[in-house]
């Protein structure tokens, strides 16, 4: 399989379950993200992983816990969440590149997402 | 900091017709520039990308984008719009040596029969 893969597609838990959202990338990627979509709302940056190191955390709720072992595998661990934060999770990745003058010129490239609806 | 504003949240043409979908940067150092697609139910899918050198820049399903420095813009072009073109697209840009990507709010663009 190639690309980006996130499981599982559709998640509907309550507000005391526990539960975690998977990414995986067969491309080589060394940099691996976690993006908030909602309705209505711009595409917010959740984390940040270079090199399996957490290099962003954008103010994250700590009911929010992520989880890099390697640098293909991401997760995306879940607990006591809220209604709002019913969304579309989506993974993605990059080859990140070091300090250089192509450093800017960073694609993305991104699963299908994870629609979690939380009751 | 670098921003990016997409001007209309939707975008409505008819079948045939010109798709011209547009987007301002802004950033203090040269920017990498990027435009975005997504279907529905899907994830994000580059369109193209404006590194350096040619300011018209193609892209896949007949899309292109022409950087203008002097009017801080990439704004997004197809002649003639298709019915599979209907989707959300989102302009970025990154700059100054950060490799994570600026995000517009989107423009969703309908295709009318």
């Known amino acids: 399989e190639t690309g980006v893969t996130q499981t599982p597609r559709h998640l509907v838990m309550g507000m005391t379950n526990k539960k975690s959202l998977k990414c995986e990338q067969h491309l080589g990627h060394n940099a691996m993200y976690w993006y908030k979509q909602s309705a209505k709302k711009p595409l917010e940056l959740m984390f940040v992983y270079n090199f399996k190191e957490q290099t962003e955390n954008n103010s994250v709720p700590s009911r929010f816990s992520p989880e890099c072992p390697n640098s293909s595998h991401l997760f995306l661990h879940l607990h006591t969440l809220q209604p709002e934060d019913s969304a579309l999770y989506l993974c993605a990745s990059s080859q990140e590149v070091a300090a250089s003058g192509n450093s800017g010129a960073n694609v993305l490239t991104f699963g299908a997402g994870s629609r979690l609806t939380v009751l | 900091a670098q921003s990016v504003t997409q001007l209309g949240s939707h975008v409505s043409v008819s079948e045939g017709a010109l798709v011209l979908l547009r987007c301002n940067y802004s950033?203090?150092?040269?920017?990498?520039l990027f435009w975005y697609v997504q279907y529905p139910n899907q994830g994000l899918q580059l369109l193209l990308k404006?590194?350096?050198?040619?300011?018209l820049v193609k892209g896949i399903n007949g899309f292109e984008a022409e950087f203008k420095k002097s009017e801080t813009s990439f704004h997004l072009t197809k002649p003639s719009a298709h019915m599979s073109d209907a989707a959300e697209y989102f302009c970025?840009?990154?700059?100054?040596?950060?490799?994570?990507?600026?995000f517009g709010r989107g423009t969703s663009l309908i295709v009318h029969p």
């Open positions: 950033s203090s150092v040269p920017p990498y």
């Open positions: 404006y590194t350096t050198g040619a300011t």
């Open positions: 970025a840009v990154t700059a100054g040596g950060s490799y994570i990507p600026t």
